[in-house]
């Protein structure tokens, strides 16, 4: 994989929740595979950039309540992505 594209997010919760729908257990094995892999780097993408909106709220608190909620709610985040990207 050598370039990336930008996709606008709305289409990638639609796309997530479209390999939501589809039950694969009849197809390939090969196609189970590639089909939960794709959804699970579409899924940890998400969470990225959650991550990252939540790391942008930290920087433009505007007291340091607001901060440290706002840093609350990055590790929340944070380590909800750990544990999803060690899921198989």
């Given at each position: 994989m050598?370039?990336?594209?930008?996709?606008?997010?709305?289409?990638?919760?639609?796309?997530?929740?479209?390999?939501?729908?589809?039950?694969?257990?009849?197809?390939?094995?090969?196609?189970?595979?590639?089909?939960?892999?794709?959804?699970?780097?579409?899924?940890?993408?998400?969470?990225?950039?959650?991550l990252r909106d939540a790391y942008a709220e930290i920087i433009n608190a505007d007291s340091d309540d607001n901060r440290y909620d706002a840093h609350a709610n990055y590790l929340w985040l944070r380590d909800r992505l750990d544990d999803f990207s060690t899921d198989d």
């Amino acid at each position: 994989m050598g370039k990336n594209v930008l996709i606008p997010i709305l289409l990638m919760k639609r796309i997530i929740a479209l390999l939501d729908c589809w039950d694969t257990s009849t197809y390939d094995r090969f196609i189970r595979h590639d089909h939960a892999d794709v959804r699970q780097a579409l899924i940890v993408k998400m969470r990225k950039l959650e991550l990252r909106d939540a790391y942008a709220e930290i920087i433009n608190a505007d007291s340091d309540d607001n901060r440290y909620d706002a840093h609350a709610n990055y590790l929340w985040l944070r380590d909800r992505l750990d544990d999803f990207s060690t899921d198989d």
